[in-house]
């Protein structure tokens, strides 16, 4: 099965099919919580960030968010599904930014300035098929991020599931429709099946999606790969409420690596 990434059958597209509802795990496209608006205005100004790129811009969610807190953005994908949703999004809001098909390992062959910050985020990076393959990608991203900029990636999958191995998840539960995750656990990796039942039809109808992550890497091994890669200070949080990111409760890891 192809990733968003790329990173196994470069002919087909694994998105293609789910892009358009892809947005069911967030809402309304241009409602976002304070806290993770509040998270990126402070950490980017902090850091002196003009300029972003969204490596992995899926249907441009963040595009928009960024956009709309005053930052010049740029997004990029390999999922040609997904930049046209993320396309289509943005052209009903009038609101132009550059989007272009690349692989987030491939970024400097791609863009001729650096950036002030590059985001990988909603587990984006956990598509790569090996730490190879990873750090290659970080090593990516350092090159195209100028020095003292930043890099911040977010995933879903934590120290703590990984302990504790869930089998499903509710994602959202709402008149309109039922997303489930059923998760199969692996060895190093997992593959998240996504169910999403509709419940305002005549029978109601249910729609099924699944995706790869086949090398999982959490906290202490993303530290080791960031810094391999060329980053120097990497900073964990388990929300975007700033706290620290806990190997034994968080629920999300979210990490800020400067270059």
Known sequence: ??????????????????????????GDFETYSPRLGGFFK??????????VLD??????????????LGFEAVGSDVSPAMLAVARR????????IPLSRVDYRELPEHFDEEFDAIVCLTSAICEM???VQMLQAFKSMRQAVRDGGILIL?????DKQWAEKPRF?????NPEYTRLFVVDYFDKGSRYNVVDVFHRTDEGEIKTWGIDYPHMVFRDGQENLLKSAGFRDVEFYGSYAFEPYSKETSNHLITVARA
Not at 42 to 51: C, Q
Not at 89 to 96: A, T
Not at 169 to 173: G, M, P, R
């Open 1 to 26: 099965m192809q990733t968003r990434d790329g990173s196994r059958d470069e002919d087909r597209d694994a998105y293609e099919g789910f892009a358009d509802r892809y947005d069911l795990f967030f």
């Open 42 to 51: 402070k950490v980017f100004d902090d850091n002196r960030v003009r300029r």
């Open 55 to 68: 490596c992995a811009c899926g249907t441009g969610r963040h595009l928009y968010l960024f956009h709309k």
């Open 89 to 96: 999004n943005l052209e009903e809001r009038k609101i132009d």
């Open 129 to 131: 098929p090996d730490s």
């Open 154 to 158: 977010s995933q879903g999958t934590t």
């Open 169 to 173: 998840i509710l994602v959202e539960d």
